[in-house]
């Protein structure tokens, strides 16, 4: 007997184990994508959905946690923050300063991320480096550092009382709404750069060479040709400031103030201070709502999966 003899022998094997498991495979091509996803969809599942599932039960119940006793099932907590004029006007100051640093984050990235799209630099990278660079601080220094920035004692009223002469008295910039937008615009800007960056780097260059060959400037090539082949960026920064905005917790708690409370902070306190379970997980509940809400009102009107290439937008 040849050694080639047990080779072959093997490798015969090896085909008549592998042929059925691969044309099984071939045959089920539709869920390998789902089996594929399936751990990190269970990983979210799991712990977003339980979270927010044990959120939504203890909003209709008179009290949480539960505790001895039959628990008693009400509507009471939600109609007791639709009827409170304090939690609408939070809701309301909320929603606007989320919409103002979503503009404001948009008008400033779009410009950074259109610059070094089209650069051609080899610094391209150090740049890209500048705008990320932000995320390895921590986010409690990075607000304190503007708490130094803004406050009567800080670095814009020392230049324009005590060098400049400009002004006597200190302003007031600390603990305001304005204070809240720029420190909300300075840590989420660069989640608005990195998607405009990218759709801006897609934009096939030949089509604003061909513009610009037909004799358009440069203001009609970038409204006609490069904006709209960007649009999906720019939706997609405006989400994802928007959300992160909307429930900021730590940047209006230390520049906002007591008096400049957003809907997180309220959350926040009822969970902590008042202890009053019940209550928050109905203001949290109402927020994923609106939240929900919001970014359905945004696809019906942008047509989200319409900018990504599909005809019909998502809802429809």
């Not at 799991?46 to 509507?75: D, H, K, N, Q, R």
Request: charged letters at 10%; aromatic letters at 14%.
């Amino acid at each position: 007997m040849s050694s080639v003899e047990p080779r072959q022998w093997v490798t015969d094997l090896y085909v008549l184990i592998s042929t059925p498991i691969e044309t099984w495979f071939e045959r089920q091509q539709s869920y390998i994508p789902l089996l594929q996803l399936a751990p990190g969809l269970l990983w979210v599942l799991g712990l977003l959905g339980g979270s927010l599932g044990i959120i939504l039960i203890y909003s209709f119940l008179e009290s949480a946690p539960l505790s001895t006793g039959t628990p008693v099932v009400t509507t009471a907590n939600y109609q007791t923050i639709l009827a409170t004029t304090y939690y609408l006007t939070v809701l309301l100051k909320s929603f606007l300063i989320a919409v103002a640093v979503t503009v404001i984050s948009l008008l400033i990235a779009y410009p950074a991320a259109y610059h070094i799209a089209f650069m051609n630099s080899r610094f391209r990278n150090l740049y890209l480096l500048m705008l990320i660079l932000p995320f390895w601080i921590n986010l409690i220094i990075r607000t304190f550092a503007w708490q130094l920035i803004l406050g009567q004692s800080g670095l814009i009223n020392y230049l324009l009382v005590s060098l400049m002469g400009i002004i006597e008295t200190p302003l007031q910039m600390l603990y305001s709404p304005w204070a809240v937008i720029v420190g909300l615009v300075h840590v989420f800007m660069p989640f608005a750069v990195i998607p405009l960056y990218t759709s801006i780097q897609r934009v096939d260059r030949s089509h604003t060479e061909a513009a610009r060959n037909l004799g358009a400037n440069r203001f009609q090539t970038f409204y006609e040709v490069t904006f709209p082949q960007t649009l999906p960026g720019i939706a997609a920064s405006s989400i994802i400031v928007f959300v992160l905005s909307f429930g900021s917790f730590v940047i209006p708690n230390m520049l906002g103030g007591q008096g400049n409370l957003m809907i997180g902070n309220i959350i926040a306190q009822l969970f902590g201070e008042s202890f009053d379970w019940a209550l928050g997980s109905a203001m949290a509940t109402l927020f994923v709502i609106i939240v929900i809400m919001l970014v359905y009102l945004f696809n019906r009107v942008i047509g989200l999966r319409s900018l990504y290439g599909s005809d019909t937008a998502w809802a429809e």
